[in-house]
Nanobody
Framework: QVQLVESGGDLVQAGGSLRLSCAASRTIFSMNRMGWYRQAPGKQRELVATTTNGGSTNYADSVKGRFTLSRDYARNTLYLEMNSLKPEDTAVYYC??????????WGQGTQVTVSS
């Protein structure tokens, strides 16, 4: 079992920045892929960004150049740095982790609201 705890969501104005954190209950070396997804009201959950242990990082076109994903192996934490936020970034952001065994886990989500 893995617990993922997100934090950092907030209400910000358009153009502002936030950093989301996802703290894992076990070493993230065991997670061959981690990432962030988001779900806006009335919409399906969508990929924001993912990263693999091999160093490959993938971003949704809508966030490229504005969001940056990083891992802190010492703290077992995944971060999502979000800059130049837009109202359309408003959503609940979920952390996701896939273990080397293939098991997948989700966090409880953190709300990001961007006002215009």
């Amino acid at each position: 079992q893995v617990q993922l705890v997100e934090s950092g969501g907030d209400l910000v104005q358009a153009g502002g920045s936030l950093r989301l954190s996802c703290a894992a209950s076990r070493t993230i070396f065991s997670m061959n892929r981690m990432g962030w997804y988001r779900q806006a009201p009335g919409k399906q959950r969508e990929l924001v960004a993912t990263t693999t242990n091999g160093g490959s990082t993938n971003y949704a076109d809508s966030v490229k150049g504005r969001f940056t994903l990083s891992r802190d192996y010492a703290r077992n934490t995944l971060y999502l740095e979000m800059n130049s936020l837009k109202p359309e970034d408003t959503a609940v952001y979920y952390c996701n982790a896939r273990l080397n065994t293939g098991s997948m886990y989700w966090g409880q989500g953190t709300q990001v609201t961007v006002s215009s």
